[in-house]
């Protein structure tokens, strides 16, 4: 029998390269319908629509799981309030006041957070070749997002969106640690609860945003747009996620972050038009080095 074990090392790296992928497309867009829908209105649909389309799947997990979701249920709501509902929010709301290119950066500081808390949580180390794929990665993300002009980056200063997506940034990094002790839930169950609790805790601050005059405008793009929330973000991306975090640990997959604004950057030349540089192919390298060195056990 060929020998197996090559391909179990690199289905969690598949897996998170997957989630990376999903979340790329997630920023381009939110992006693309920010004038049209109001934040907490993107939050809620986004997570209900995820809901509705993962139940049919989860639902047998969901039979076999029923008590554990009930002895399970405040941790379960946790990690729904932390990870799905509340990182959200913070990103839909910030985005509006901040630039892009603040915005995808900031994203990118996953790891900065993961780092201090899985060492305070879970006693762990970062070895020097992980430091340095981080170092790799994250030159990376500058050289895309600073289109090689590195002075422009010294210029950014931070506002009250940064502040909100530095929030967001941090709740991710709590979900993601925490990961470790998730209820010993089915995978599909324990996205579907999640989910479910994100779009529950997101409903009064929807509901609030349409008292105070905040409308949705319903078009194809604001449909497209949400669906492909609902489906690669919400439910492909943290199925993969979910899978990924407890083999590798969080430090690792923390590393992979900075592929996010890396895929953000190819959708957006494939989907908005914009214009593929020199600097997007060095800077993509200079990630794919990155996470190379972090994953290569």
Known sequence: MPDTLPQRRMLPTLLLLVAAASWGGNWVAARAVYLDVPPFALVFWRWALA???????????????????????????????????????????????????NATLLNASLPLFIIPLSWWLLKLTVSGRQLAGMVFSLAG????????DVPALARLSLNPGDLLLLAGALLWAIYTVLLKWRPPLQPLSFVFVTVAAGAVFSLPFYLGEIAAGGTMLVSPKTVVAIGYLAVF????????????????GPNVAGFFNPIIPVFGTLFAVILLGERLHLYHLAGFALVLGGVVLTSKR
């Open 51 to 101: 809901a509705a389309l993962i139940f049919p799947f989860a639902a047998a997990q969901l039979r076999e799981d029923a008590q554990l979701v009930r002895s399970h249920l405040p941790a379960l709501a946790a990690f729904g309030v932390i990870g799905t509902a509340g990182f959200t929010m913070f990103g839909y709301w910030g985005v509006r006041y901040t630039t892009a290119v």
């Open 141 to 148: 993300v500058v050289c895309i997002m600073g289109a090689g």
């Open 233 to 248: 973000p919400s439910v492909v991306a943290y199925i993969c996620w979910n899978r990924a975090v407890p083999i590798v």
